[in-house]
Nanobody
Framework: QLQFVESGGGLVQPGGSLRLSCAGS????????IGWFRQAPGNHREGVAC????????HYADSVKGRFTISRDTAKNTVYLQMNSLRPEDTGRYYC????????????????WGQGTQVSVSS
């Protein structure tokens, strides 16, 4: 059965760090494009970081460049989102999704979604 689960969210102070994980079961994440998306209350779901299925090239939202890193661990069948220098505006629910390819790191380009994990950044 195709399953994946996000984890690693929590409450952190501004300037802190979190690492989110998206672990797959029953399929190989390397065969798919993977994206991390977030949605704050009242906002659209936005692409934070995406990684392709061929050569691990990546895309980042301008707001997170230099602070967030998406990576893939093939042996663990897991994709990570390392988040450093967190800001209050990073608060939201973060979702892992996979699909067959992307051009824009848009949620419309991804087919399968996890249930999300909450990230809250506040003093």
């Amino acid at each position: 059965q195709l399953q994946f689960v996000e984890s690693g969210g929590g409450l952190v102070q501004p300037g802190g760090s979190l690492r989110l994980s998206c672990a797959g079961s029953g399929f190989t994440l390397d065969n798919y494009a993977i994206g991390w998306f977030r949605q704050a209350p009242g906002n659209h779901r936005e692409g934070v970081a995406c990684i392709n299925k061929r050569d691990d090239t990546t895309h980042y939202a301008d707001s997170v460049k230099g602070r967030f890193t998406i990576s893939r661990d093939t042996a663990k069948n897991t994709v990570y989102l390392q988040m450093n220098s967190l800001r209050p505006e990073d608060t939201g629910r973060y979702y892992c999704a996979f699909g067959f390819g992307f051009y824009y790191c848009s949620p419309y380009e991804f087919n399968y979604w996890g249930q999300g994990t909450q990230v809250s950044v506040s003093s």
